[in-house]
């Protein structure tokens, strides 16, 4: 899809999001880049995101 996987996400497993969401931390933004994953012996849900720039459109 040309999209550079610039980092993962962990979250816990009631989180609402989905691929394509953006989420801020520390100030940061990022863009998911897959639905959360989660496996059957963890709590924790695991996604790629990669870093939006600031130049992209917002929605």
Excluded: C, N, W
Excluded at 13 to 39: C, F, H, K, N, T
């Amino acid at each position: 899809m040309g999209v550079t996987i610039t980092h993962s996400a962990m979250m816990p497993l009631d989180a609402e999001v989905s691929y394509g969401d953006r989420i801020e931390v520390d100030g940061e933004v990022y863009q998911l880049q897959s639905d959360p994953l989660s496996s059957t012996h963890s709590a924790i849900a695991r996604a790629t995101v990669r870093k939006t720039p600031f130049d992209e459109t917002t929605s």
